[in-house]
């Protein structure tokens, strides 16, 4: 059968059998190959992409069912050569090992900030309970994802002050790009 | 919350040199935060065929006959094997690590669920599982051994027929330490305590499983593999002696590996799968299992079931410790442990205390399991010896009516005893073990939560408070001692500096997420002034890294990260010369400024060791007898091991009604000597500590009576989420290795070997008001609701 599809901005059709999977269509058909497969029963969540913006875990969608969906992967996390807040937090907050969950695990946190850009610690855990993470025991997970929150939190606050600032006539001479995050 | 607690001044931590030892941020994970990290399963090749496994549905039973006619003639199926077919090659069987033979595809019978009894290989891998199906064997069921406490009773079905003249499942007998002299210590002590411990079979379970992709050219007759391995060049060897190839003609290349924690130190039979189905089809093979059947058949870990004793003086002076063990091997021994170590390091389990006497008996069993059982992060066996003392230490404190803290601080090794040889003959390098605790003990408010207790006792609420003290051994190890089936335990390490001032670290070890692409160009840029950024580090590919057996035992710092200080120094000592030559000095009047040799008196007068590297590729004479190029090779034989400690203290709840045990929190100093990058020291501890929650709490990998495996899949296995742990409080403390390059010890494997005991001690210290001695592990709410009624049982 065919399926089209929406995978990072870029409209995909393929020719598949009706049973594959959406994470092996990700990374076989696709070759996008940073989501990524840890059990057979829909538990670990290292599979975890997004489906219109929501979190779903690829290997418990066949492909067939994301025709006519956007599907967004950790490959389409950054913004061109600006990374998403949440990949800087990760390294900053040494929240990988492996590498091996980090996909999902920022996928997850990262639909999570859009629906509640200040999280607690427990309401990122919660958000991340469907995952599991062999190397990190979660506590710099959880870091990395406070530090996406309050980055971002700050760099909206600067964005507000630069706007205010040109109001009133002042310049601008920051020398950075209204909304990024350093 | 970290503690700084510094007790020896000559190596510090230090975050604000610019290079070399301190907080740096992981050159990996640039590409893992893009999900450009290349995994095994990401590999694809031209023509790339894809192989699925049939195993066995049952624990115990002859093949009568297979029939894979129907798996032939399925769509897109390029070949069927048996381990009849094998068996026409001598490849039905390999070595395992511990000099025993695990059959690559059953021939005979099938002794464990989940035995690989035959292979497809189909042009992708819907249509390989869809052949599996077809395939029909016929077996004759035979009564399989599960209880390791039954397996040499007389009667008992022999399991290894194979092995000529085997009548029972012995495995083999271990003792170490004085019987005799410690029989007369227990006879003459005050107070004699005696415990069965179980520490039950579970599974390192990384999240990414096994797999490989073999790539055999009939052309030039070279084999290059892909593989999830810890120990490429141990497996390359390997692979010669098995299939017959040249070692110059196999090439094995680990990349990034999602994580190993043990698991990815033996060989599997997919990967030789893998290797033949190349040979035989001429095309690429990818072998990747599922989880299922990572959990079902690939290594497994612990399965001890001990009885310890202790004996101590009234005031509690220990005096004594004995420990009769029975360990269950499964069906092979595949134990990854260096050969004259049958039981692996267990011998450490006179723990952190300074005692008159000890004694250890073991025997080994086969049983119809999975092989395995050096794994997890257990440092050769560590995590039970650990977990056996720390119990029986609480259990003697429960006794004499002492406070678990107390009596511990009175019987450590002092700090003036080491290097300290064990009544089991280990010698510890360094150690000052009170200061750790009392850190410990400092950050977790220890006289505050004891009066907390006592007011929620009152109220009748649960709450528990568990210490644990270990010392751990890992390093492994000297040559004249320890090797892997002939091979030595020493590592290579070469260091290349090129023209402009940049260099490439070539290692033996593997990193499977422990950051050694980060830390070893931190230990480079110490000794020679190079800015980490500018050093790359390859490590993983045989062809292209100095021989040597790995990352496992927590082994990469004390033995690969002494080789690396060391060929680093090498290379200075010729950059010195260099130096003295373009700065017209003597050697001796040269001074080494982490980065540039500079003329003693004359700090004006100086070459950096870019100019350097300029000047040894470059024209123009170089001092007589040196010859061009700046680089080195070494391979370090460590003297010894590395002995790091730990203080951990944990404080539980439990809810009376439920059962269900919470760790509130977890406090964990540890002292690895020198710390090389202290966030990436604090990670190691943290995912160390998570292995402990999940093994006290959850995680078993249980058999029924019929040998089926009830823990094979994520449904059954449990796995600690960021729900079931607590955020870490993580403290240090820094006593060097004297006898290390850089007074490193090793350290990833601390957390989960210090952590299972404090937990448990914390949930039976919460279960006193029941009169709880002692719960086996996992303390799942149905087992501690047994314990608080008096049910207490084995796991098994």
């Given at each position: 059968?065919?399926?089209?599809?929406?995978?990072?901005?870029?409209?995909?059709?393929?020719?598949?059998?009706?049973?594959?999977?959406?994470?092996?269509?990700?990374?076989?058909?696709?070759?996008?190959?940073?989501?990524?497969?840890?059990?057979?029963?829909?538990?670990?969540?290292?599979?975890?992409?997004?489906?219109?913006?929501?979190?779903?875990?690829?290997?418990?969608?066949?492909?067939?069912?994301?025709?006519?969906?956007?599907?967004?992967?950790?490959?389409?996390?950054?913004?061109?050569?600006?990374?998403?807040?949440?990949?800087?937090?990760?390294?900053?907050?040494?929240?990988?090992?492996?590498?091996?969950?980090?996909?999902?695990?920022?996928?997850?946190?990262?639909?999570?900030?859009?629906?509640?850009?200040?999280?607690?610690?427990?309401?990122?855990?919660?958000?991340?309970?469907?995952?599991?993470?062999?190397?990190?025991?979660?506590?710099?997970?959880?870091?990395?994802?406070?530090?996406?929150?309050?980055?971002?939190?700050?760099?909206?606050?600067?964005?507000?002050?630069?706007?205010?600032?040109?109001?009133?006539?002042?310049?601008?001479?920051?020398?950075?790009?209204?909304?990024?995050?350093? | 919350?970290?503690?700084?607690?510094?007790?020896?001044?000559?190596?510090?931590?230090?975050?604000?040199?610019?290079?070399?030892?301190?907080?740096?941020?992981?050159?990996?994970?640039?590409?893992?935060?893009?999900?450009?990290?290349?995994?095994?399963?990401?590999?694809?090749?031209?023509?790339?065929?894809?192989?699925?496994?049939?195993?066995?549905?049952?624990?115990?039973?002859?093949?009568?006959?297979?029939?894979?006619?129907?798996?032939?003639?399925?769509?897109?199926?390029?070949?069927?094997?048996?381990?009849?077919?094998?068996?026409?090659?001598?490849?039905?069987?390999?070595?395992?690590?511990?000099?025993?033979?695990?059959?690559?595809?059953?021939?005979?019978?099938?002794?464990?669920?989940?035995?690989?009894?035959?292979?497809?290989?189909?042009?992708?891998?819907?249509?390989?599982?869809?052949?599996?199906?077809?395939?029909?064997?016929?077996?004759?069921?035979?009564?399989?051994?599960?209880?390791?406490?039954?397996?040499?009773?007389?009667?008992?079905?022999?399991?290894?027929?194979?092995?000529?003249?085997?009548?029972?499942?012995?495995?083999?007998?271990?003792?170490?330490?004085?019987?005799?002299?410690?029989?007369?210590?227990?006879?003459?002590?005050?107070?004699?305590?005696?415990?069965?411990?179980?520490?039950?079979?579970?599974?390192?379970?990384?999240?990414?499983?096994?797999?490989?992709?073999?790539?055999?050219?009939?052309?030039?007759?070279?084999?290059?593999?892909?593989?999830?391995?810890?120990?490429?060049?141990?497996?390359?060897?390997?692979?010669?002696?098995?299939?017959?190839?040249?070692?110059?003609?196999?090439?094995?290349?680990?990349?990034?590996?999602?994580?190993?924690?043990?698991?990815?130190?033996?060989?599997?039979?997919?990967?030789?799968?893998?290797?033949?189905?190349?040979?035989?089809?001429?095309?690429?093979?990818?072998?990747?299992?599922?989880?299922?059947?990572?959990?079902?058949?690939?290594?497994?870990?612990?399965?001890?079931?001990?009885?310890?004793?202790?004996?101590?003086?009234?005031?509690?002076?220990?005096?004594?410790?004995?420990?009769?063990?029975?360990?269950?091997?499964?069906?092979?021994?595949?134990?990854?442990?260096?050969?004259?170590y049958p039981a692996g390091f267990f011998g450490v389990f006179t723990g952190s205390y300074d005692i008159e006497a000890a004694y250890c008996k073991m025997t080994a069993v086969f049983t119809n399991k999975a092989p395995g059982g050096v794994a997890y992060a257990c440092s050769f066996r560590i995590t039970e010896a650990v977990y056996l003392v720390e119990r029986i230490v609480d259990c003697l404190a429960d006794e004499l009516g002492?406070?678990?803290?107390?009596?511990?601080?009175?019987?450590?090794?002092?700090?003036?005893?080491?290097p300290y040889t064990t009544k089991t003959g280990w010698v510890y390098d360094s150690g000052d073990y009170e200061p750790t605790m009392r850190l410990a003990m400092e950050m977790a408010g220890y006289a505050d939560l004891r009066r907390e207790q006592q007011e929620k006792r009152a109220r009748g609420e649960l709450m528990g408070i568990g210490i644990a003290f270990f010392t751990e051994a890992v390093g492994a190890g000297p040559r004249?001692?320890?090797?892997?089936?002939?091979?030595?335990?020493?590592?290579?390490?070469?260091?290349?500096?090129?023209?402009?001032?940049?260099?490439?670290?070539?290692?033996?070890?593997?990193?499977?997420?422990?950051?050694?692409?980060?830390?070893?160009?931190?230990?480079?840029?110490?000794?020679?002034?190079?800015?980490?950024?500018?050093?790359?580090?390859?490590?993983?590919?045989?062809?292209?890294?100095?021989?040597?057996?790995?990352?496992?035992?927590?082994?990469?710092?004390?033995?690969?990260?002494?080789?690396?200080?060391?060929?680093?120094?090498?290379?200075?000592?010729?950059?010195?010369?260099?130096?003295?030559?373009?700065?017209?000095?003597?050697?001796?009047?040269?001074?080494?400024?982490?980065?540039?040799?500079?003329?003693?008196?004359?700090?004006?007068?100086?070459?950096?060791?870019?100019?350097?590297?300029?000047?040894?590729?470059?024209?123009?004479?170089?001092?007589?007898?040196?010859?061009?190029?700046?680089?080195?090779?070494?391979?370090?034989?460590?003297?010894?091991?590395?002995?790091?400690?730990?203080?951990?203290?944990?404080?539980?709840?439990?809810?009376?009604?439920?059962?269900?045990?919470?760790?509130?929190?977890?406090?964990?100093?540890?002292?690895?000597?020198?710390?090389?990058?202290?966030?990436?020291?604090?990670?190691?501890?943290?995912?160390?500590?998570?292995?402990?929650?999940?093994?006290?709490?959850?995680?078993?990998?249980?058999?029924?009576?019929?040998?089926?495996?009830?823990?094979?899949?994520?449904?059954?296995?449990?796995?600690?989420?960021?729900?079931?742990?607590?955020?870490?409080?993580?403290?240090?403390?820094?006593?060097?290795?004297?006898?290390?390059?850089?007074?490193?010890?090793?350290?990833?494997?601390?957390?989960?070997?210090?952590?299972?005991?404090?937990?448990?001690?914390?949930?039976?210290?919460?279960?006193?008001?029941?009169?709880?001695?002692?719960?086996?592990?996992?303390?799942?709410?149905?087992?501690?609701?047994?314990?608080?009624?008096?049910?207490?049982?084995?796991?098994?």
């Open positions: 059968m065919q399926v089209t599809m929406t995978v990072n901005d870029v409209e995909v059709t393929r020719e598949i059998e009706g049973r594959l999977l959406l994470v092996h269509f990700l990374r076989d058909v696709l070759g996008l190959t940073g989501t990524h497969s840890g059990c057979d029963t829909s538990n670990c969540g290292t599979c975890v992409v997004w489906l219109d913006g929501e979190p779903v875990k690829s290997c418990t969608v066949l492909a067939a069912m994301a025709g006519g969906h956007e599907v967004r992967t950790v490959e389409g996390l950054a913004k061109g050569a600006e990374l998403d807040p949440v990949q800087q937090g990760f390294m900053q907050c040494h929240g990988l090992q492996c590498g091996f969950c980090t996909p999902g695990m920022m996928m997850t946190a990262r639909a999570l900030l859009n629906r509640n850009p200040d999280p607690t610690e427990a309401e990122i855990r919660e958000a991340i309970s469907g995952q599991i993470c062999r190397c990190t025991g979660y506590a710099t997970i959880v870091r990395s994802v406070r530090w996406a929150a309050v980055h971002e939190a700050n760099a909206a606050a600067a964005v507000t002050e630069t706007t205010e600032s040109r109001e009133a006539g002042e310049i601008d001479n920051a020398g950075q790009p209204a909304g990024s995050v350093v | 919350m970290t503690t700084v607690h510094e007790r020896v001044d000559t190596f510090h931590d230090n975050d604000q040199k610019p290079v070399g030892y301190g907080r740096m941020l992981r050159k990996e994970d640039p590409r893992f935060v893009r999900g450009r990290g290349r995994f095994v399963d990401d590999v694809r090749l031209p023509g790339m065929l894809h192989l699925a496994v049939l195993r066995s549905p049952v624990a115990h039973a002859r093949i009568l006959s297979i029939d894979t006619s129907a798996a032939e003639a399925s769509p897109g199926v390029k070949a069927v094997v048996t381990g009849a077919m094998l068996a026409e090659q001598g490849l039905a069987w390999m070595p395992t690590l511990s000099n025993d033979v695990q059959a690559v595809l059953a021939t005979d019978k099938v002794r464990f669920q989940g035995q690989e009894v035959a292979f497809v290989v189909a042009e992708d891998g819907y249509a390989a599982r869809d052949a599996l199906e077809l395939i029909d064997v016929e077996y004759d069921v035979l009564d399989p051994v599960v209880d390791a406490r039954r397996a040499l009773e007389p009667g008992a079905p022999v399991i290894r027929d194979d092995l000529e003249g085997k009548t029972d499942n012995h495995c083999f007998d271990w003792e170490t330490g004085d019987e005799a002299a410690t029989a007369a210590v227990f006879a003459r002590a005050d107070v004699v305590v005696s415990q069965d411990l179980v520490y039950p079979r579970v599974h390192p379970a990384p999240m990414e499983t096994c797999g490989a992709v073999a790539d055999f050219d009939p052309v030039d007759g070279k084999l290059r593999l892909w593989s999830t391995t810890q120990a490429p060049h141990a497996h390359r060897t390997l692979y010669a002696l098995v299939a017959g190839i040249p070692e110059h003609k196999i090439q094995v290349i680990s990349p990034d590996i999602g994580g190993g924690f043990g698991n990815k130190v033996p060989i599997y039979p997919g990967y030789v799968c893998a290797i033949v189905a190349s040979i035989v089809t001429g095309k690429p093979v990818k072998w990747m299992e599922d989880r299922s059947e990572n959990l079902i058949s690939t290594g497994f870990a612990r399965d001890y079931i001990m009885r310890g004793e202790i004996a101590a003086t009234r005031d509690g002076r220990i005096l004594a410790i004995r420990t009769n063990v029975l360990a269950d091997h499964g069906a092979f021994n595949g134990t990854a442990a260096p050969v004259k002492m406070d678990p803290a107390e009596l511990r601080l009175k019987n450590f090794i002092r700090p003036e005893q080491f004249k001692n320890m090797d892997i089936l002939g091979l030595g335990m020493a590592d290579g390490c070469e260091l290349r500096v090129h023209p402009t001032g940049k260099a490439v670290v070539r290692l033996s070890v593997q990193s499977q997420g422990q950051g050694h692409e980060t830390t070893f160009a931190q230990i480079i840029a110490e000794e020679i002034g190079i800015p980490p950024d500018d050093i790359d580090v390859v490590h993983g590919d045989t062809d292209n890294t100095p021989f040597g057996l790995g990352t496992y035992g927590s082994r990469s710092t004390p033995v690969s990260g002494a080789a690396a200080a060391l060929v680093a120094r090498k290379v200075r000592d010729k950059a010195r010369i260099i130096a003295s030559g373009m700065l017209e000095v003597s050697v001796a009047d040269l001074e080494w400024d982490k980065g540039s040799f500079r003329v003693k008196g004359d700090p004006g007068k100086s070459v950096t060791i870019q100019d350097i590297a300029m000047r040894a590729h470059g024209a123009g004479d170089l001092p007589e007898g040196v010859e061009g190029g700046l680089e080195a090779q070494i391979c370090y034989n460590p003297s010894n091991l590395t002995y790091p400690h730990g203080a951990y203290i944990c404080v539980v709840d439990i809810d009376p009604g439920t059962a269900q045990v919470k760790v509130r929190r977890f406090i964990a100093v540890d002292d690895c000597g020198t710390r090389i990058n202290p966030m990436i020291i604090e990670g190691q501890v943290h995912g160390g500590l998570a292995d402990g929650v999940g093994m006290a709490l959850m995680e078993m990998i249980a058999f029924d009576e019929d040998g089926n495996c009830l823990g094979a899949s994520l449904m059954d296995y449990l796995l600690p989420t960021a729900l079931e742990v607590p955020d870490w409080e993580t403290g240090f403390t820094v006593t060097p290795s004297p006898h290390h390059p850089i007074g490193a010890k090793g350290v990833g494997e601390s957390a989960t070997v210090g952590s299972p005991p404090a937990i448990v001690n914390a949930i039976v210290d919460a279960l006193e008001p029941f009169g709880v001695r002692h719960a086996d592990m996992p303390l799942t709410p149905s087992r501690v609701w047994d314990a608080m009624r008096g049910n207490a049982r084995p796991p098994i």
